[in-house]
């Protein structure tokens, strides 16, 4: 892969690295001092300040300041990037027609500039989902604990949807919350709405004894923290160290 990288260069070797780089369909970031102004459907300044400017083939542009993870300014694909040496400054500009809208950057001085081709698309595979971590349960039941029986997934509840609804071996129900990746105490309050919903649907007032019925609690995570373990004690309720996806 070819990589243009330069620093601190001047308006007009920047403008050449970019028109070549447009030319090639590159992605393009600069760092630089700059202004920012929006036209379109409202308008919009941004004073001057240090920030990033990415210029993507597709034509969607980003402006990002020290802050957050959204642009402050941006362009969706579709738009068509130009730039031109205007005034003692770069001018940058990202234009599209439907709507009319005009996003420009005007760099009074450029840091760094770079362009390269990026490859591979954007095609995602997803591992280790809640819905891995549910299948894996349905298929082998007993990785919950010897003699459990689903009965539903997303049962509904007056607290909402249960990720896993079933009985144990002695037939008493349970409410099975399922997590991808290590979790704290939010995790076990979020069981226990369900466990109380359930509890107050089947008439039973807490925990049983002496043989009676009881709705219990189990949490199927990777991983929990200390507090959460507490928690989960203070509730009888059970936790399962599981992946999501068996380990190879």
């Given at each position: 892969m070819t990589v243009t990288s330069v620093h601190d260069p001047s308006h007009r070797e920047a403008l050449w690295e970019l028109e070549d780089a447009f030319e090639r369909g590159d992605l393009i970031t600069l760092f630089g001092r700059c202004t920012v102004s929006y036209e379109g459907r409202a308008?919009?300044?941004?004073g001057s300040g240090d920030r990033l400017c990415v210029l993507k083939p597709d034509g969607a542009a980003l402006v990002h300041t020290d802050e957050g993870r959204q642009?402050?300014?941006?362009?969706p694909p579709g738009s068509e990037h130009r730039a031109a040496v205007r005034e003692g400054t770069l001018r940058v500009r990202s234009t599209r027609s439907n709507p009319d809208e005009t996003l420009t950057v005007r760099f009074d001085r450029?840091?760094?500039?770079?362009?390269?081709?990026?490859?591979?698309?954007?095609?995602?595979?997803?591992?280790?989902?809640?819905?891995?971590l549910r299948t894996r349960i349905l298929e082998r039941p007993e990785?919950?604990?010897?003699?459990f029986t689903p009965?539903?997934?997303?049962?509904?509840?007056?607290?909402?949807?249960m990720d896993v609804f079933g009985h144990d071996a002695d037939g008493n129900p349970v409410v099975v919350e399922l997590k991808r990746r290590r979790v704290g105490p939010d995790a076990v309050g979020q069981l226990a709405r369900y466990v109380r919903a359930m509890r107050a649907e089947l008439g039973v007032d807490g925990p049983?004894?002496?043989g009676e019925t009881t709705v219990r609690g189990v949490l199927v995570a990777p991983s929990i923290t200390d507090r959460a373990a507490e928690r989960l004690a203070d509730r009888g309720f059970d936790h399962v160290a599981l992946e999501p996806t068996p380990e190879e």
């Open positions: 308008a919009s300044d941004l642009p402050v300014n941006w362009q450029v840091h760094q500039l770079s362009a390269m081709a990026v490859t591979g698309g954007r095609d995602l595979t997803l591992h280790g989902s809640e819905e891995d990785l919950v604990e010897p003699g009965r539903e997934t997303e049962r509904p509840s007056s607290a909402g949807p049983g004894d002496g």
